[in-house]
Structure formats: structure tokens, C-alpha cells
């Protein structure tokens, strides 16, 4: 799917209504062709092509004059999404205003330009947009050669100060953004403990930080990084109190606004995600539908991007409270078009119905889930970890179907694909189960039966790391403990 392609199938009506209008202003000597194309792709979706659109339009197959087309297609539909969304977004609207700083300061009209300028850092202060600051303020030093009433002193000063902000943040960002891709790969069964003590250590240091501490963008990162590291630690009941207390504060402040919006649908987001482990699953529903209320905010601002989440807080209360209720909703969003703009969440709908239909003992629906997602493009970009997990989780349910010799032929693969990750101490619970479910699927002599019971018993009586399984290794092994000893 190409860049055109991509951009008119995200399109919503409003934005079709608004490109057709903005289309239909503008004088053209030639036909429309860039509406028929426009159009064309629409009704086509994903069974567009170049080859045949080429055919449609400049038969019999004009190559040159169609990629034409598409570029002017493209540029109109650009200005069409800028000029409708330009004032949706204090970020958008910012950079419009410095495009306009630009524009009059390459004409040399200095002054109108200085206005577009200040007009443009207000609102970045406004919003606590210290990248755009950083530009604003480098861009009132080069004004001061021009215009004698500025004093560049002044805005170096307010440069400086501003870039010791940016610089901190952006600390943080780039320790969570490294944790939050981590997390995304390995969809949460897998943690990384060198990134959340580095993430403590920068905490540490910031919160001492007076003045950084009045920043409302700090205040939120702070918030993430302390949900991140208390959720990587397990320490769920204090993130639920420290969560509640933090978003009733916030609410008093009156801090959650259109800039702050995707904060907002964050912590809602972890708030549900915290109830449901501490098994509070009425309480995480009634937080998954003001999660819901909130993506309705501004115009529905972030809906899409929140829908997905919105499912998850559904899909793993349900999974306790009514597991066909969950199945029903994981099918729903698996045949919706959201996951392809998603990708990473393609493996968390195969995975949970996989395991869902496990639980239900319907093994056959569960493996071909497993089986579906291994061709996903997301899951070759998966962590390797979770990979690990998914492996073990796909023998369980091929021991379940008895498919004996697949285990056997699978074992070796596995063994060999995940060599490496097998030594480290962190995967030495998937390299037991492994052993065991070989063990299993043999014909054990007396001595490998006792082998296998004794490692099983001491297995169940160890276990502490539940929470990483995909499906829950203790209660598969107590189930098929009994089994042999009958």
C-alpha cells in the first residue's frame, strides 16, 4: 500500500466532504481526473493498484502521465487535511503560525513577521512545547540583526533556560520511549530491568528539580515513568492508589485540557489496566467506559488511536467475568479495519484468542490463532522473548490435540531458533517446561516418569512468575500431573 493509499483510506467523511469542496475551488484548464482518481482509490481500498489505475486512466498504459496525477492528487489533498485541521491542534497551529513567520520574513516585512512569531510563542508557552520554543527563541536572535527594539540578551537568556527544560525532559523521554517500545514487542511478558533503574536514577534526580516540577508536561511524564516502573516491578496496589490520587488532583487542577488530552486517555488507560490486576474488575469496567467518554473529547481528538486500548480494558476484564463476552469482542476487533494502522496490536488479538479458546478447550481454534499470527509482519518484529513464551504456549496446546510427532519436530526447532536465550537465567522456566512437555510426549520409561513428576512438583512449588506466562504453566502441569499419576 502506497503513501496515496494510505492517506485516503484513513480519510473520514468529513474529511472526504472537505477535500471535495477544497477540490472543486480550485480552476483546472484539464479534467478532474485527481477527483476520478481520488475516488477510484476509495472504492478500490486495498485491491488498489498502480498497474491497473494506470490502465483505468491513461490506457494504454501511460506511466509518466499517471504518476502526474497522483503527485498533484497527493499535494492537493495535503493542503486540504492542513487547511481543515490547522486550528484542531495547538501543535498544528503553532507551526502554521511560524510558516507565516517564515513566509513574511523571506518578503522582509520584519515587523508582521515578529507578530506571527510572538503570536507563535505564546501559544507554544501556553502548551509547554519546548521543541517549538527552542526554534522560536533561535529565530528572535536572527530577527535581532534586522529589528534594533529586540534585544537578542533577552531571548538568550530565555533560550538557555528553556533548552535546561527540553534537555531533561527529553531524558526521560528517551528512557521511556526505549522501555515503551520494549513493552510493545514483547506485549508485556517480558521486562527490562537495566532501563527501569536507570529510570528510577532519572527520576530521582528531576524531582528535585523545584521549578521543573512546576511543568505540567513534567508532572505528566512523571506520572508515566513512575506507572511504568511500578507496573515492570509488579507493585500494582500502590500504582492503583498513586494513580487514583494523582488523576483526582489532576482533575482539581484543571489540568486535563485539549494539549493534555492524550495524557488524560493514558491514565485512564493504566488505571484500568492497574484495577483489573488487582482483580477489581467491576471498578476497571466502570474506568473503561469513562476511557470511552473521554475519547469522545474534542471532537474525538485520539478516538482511533484509543480504540484499541478501549478493547484491551474490555477484553481482559471479560476474560474473567464472561470469556465468550471477550471472544466476542476480540473477533469484532480482529474483523474491524483499526489493527492494520496498528500493527504491534495484531499479535495481542491472535494471542488472547488463542488463548481464550484454550481455556475453553477448544484447541483447534486456539492453535490456528497461533498458526495466523506467526505469519503477522508484526510478529517477525516481535521481541524474542515473547516469542519464546508463544512457542511453549503453541506445544501446550499441540500436547492438548496430541499431535505428538509436530511436538517432536517443533522441539528441535525451537531449541535451535532460541539457543541463546535458553542459557539466560530469565528463560530458565520456558527451558523446564520444555523438558517437561518433551518428557510428556514420550513414551517415558520408569525412570524419565520420576524425573518428570519430581521436576513438575518442584515447578509448582517454585513458581512465582505467573504473570509472564501466556498461558499459565502451574495449573496446565497440576492438570497433567494428576493425569500421570492416575
Known amino acids: 500500500m502506497d503513501i496515496l493509499n494510505q492517506v485516503i483510506g484513513r480519510m473520514n467523511k468529513e474529511d472526504i466532504r472537505h477535500y471535495k469542496l477544497y477540490a472543486s475551488r480550485m480552476e483546472y484548464s484539464h479534467d478532474r481526473k485527481d477527483i476520478a482518481l ?14 491497473e489505475a ?24 495535503n493542503k486540504s487535511l492542513l487547511l481543515q485541521y490547522v486550528e484542531s491542534q495547538d501543535e ?57 527594539n529586540i534585544n537578542p540578551e533577552d531571548y538568550i537568556e530565555k533560550r538557555q533556560k528553556n533548552y535546561e527544560k527540553l534537555s ?23 521486562s527490562d530491568t537495566i532501563l527501569i533503574k536507570l529510570l528510577e536514577k532519572t527520576l530521582k534526580e528531576f524531582s528535585l528539580d523545584k521549578e521543573l516540577s512546576k511543568s505540567a508536561q513534567f508532572q505528566f511524564r512523571m506520572i508515566n515513568a513512575v ?77 482511533n488511536k484509543y480504540l484499541v486500548f478501549y478493547y484491551n480494558a474490555l477484553t481482559i476484564n471479560y476474560s474473567v467475568v464472561n470469556p465468550d463476552k471477550a471472544i466476542e469482542l476480540l473477533e469484532e476487533l480482529k474483523a474491524g479495519t483499526v489493527l492494520k494502522s496498528i ?15 484454550f481455556d475453553k478447550k477448544n484447541y483447534d481454534k486456539s492453535i490456528r490463532h497461533i498458526i495466523k499470527m506467526g505469519l503477522l509482519d508484526s510478529y517477525k518484529k516481535a521481541d524474542s522473548g515473547l516469542k519464546l513464551k508463544i512457542a511453549v504456549c503453541e506445544l501446550m496446546i499441540r500436547y492438548e490435540l496430541k499431535e505428538i510427532d509436530t511436538i517432536n519436530y517443533r522441539l528441535v526447532q525451537i531449541k535451535n531458533d532460541f539457543k541463546d536465550l535458553l542459557k539466560e537465567d530469565n528463560y530458565l522456566r520456558e527451558k523446564n517446561m520444555l523438558t517437561m512437555i518433551e518428557l ?34 502451574v495449573p496446565w502441569l497440576k492438570k497433567n500431573l494428576e493425569t500421570i499419576k492416575e
Do not use: C
Open 38 to 51: 481520488f475516488d477510484h482509490i476509495r472504492e478500490i481500498g486495498e485491491g488498489y493498484t498502480e498497474a
Open 440 to 473: 510428556l510426549s514420550k513414551s517415558a520409561s520408569k525412570n524419565q516418569g520420576e524425573k518428570l513428576i519430581s521436576m513438575m512438583k518442584e515447578f509448582i512449588h517454585k513458581d512465582k512468575d505467573a504473570d509472564n506466562d501466556v498461558i499459565k504453566y
Open 343 to 357: 500493527p504491534f496490536y495484531e499479535i495481542f488479538v491472535y494471542l488472547n484468542l488463542a488463548i481464550f479458546y
Open 227 to 303: 506507572s511504568r516502573t511500578l507496573l515492570q516491578k509488579h507493585e500494582y496496589k500502590t500504582l492503583e492508589k498513586y494513580l487514583l490520587n494523582a488523576y483526582k488532583n489532576f482533575q482539581k487542577k484543571r489540568m486535563f485540557n485539549k494539549s493534555t488530552h492524550e495524557n488524560k486517555l493514558e491514565m485512564l488507560t493504566f488505571i484500568v489496566n492497574t484495577l483489573f490486576k488487582n482483580k477489581k474488575y467491576k471498578e476497571s469496567l466502570v474506568w473503561s467506559e469513562k476511557l470511552r467518554t473521554g475519547m469522545e473529547e474534542h471532537n474525538r481528538l485520539l478516538f
Open 168 to 190: 531533561k525532559l527529553r531524558e526521560i523521554d528517551q528512557v521511556l520511549a526505549a522501555i515503551n517500545y520494549r513493552i510493545k514487542l514483547s506485549q508485556n511478558f517480558s
Open 92 to 148: 498544528i497551529f503553532i507551526h502554521a503560525l511560524f510558516g507565516l513567520y517564515k513566509h513574511q520574513f523571506n518578503q522582509n516585512n520584519f515587523s508582521v513577521a515578529r507578530y506571527y512569531l510572538k503570536k507563535a510563542e505564546s501559544k507554544a508557552i501556553g502548551i509547554e512545547y519546548f521543541e517549538m520554543l527552542d526554534i522560536i527563541y533561535s529565530e528572535y536572535i536572527r530577527l535581532s540583526n534586522t529589528l534594533v
Open 54 to 77: 494506470i490502465k483505468k486512466f491513461y490506457p494504454p498504459y501511460n506511466r509518466n502521465a499517471y504518476y502526474r496525477l497522483k503527485h498533484r492528487l497527493l499535494q492537493v489533498l
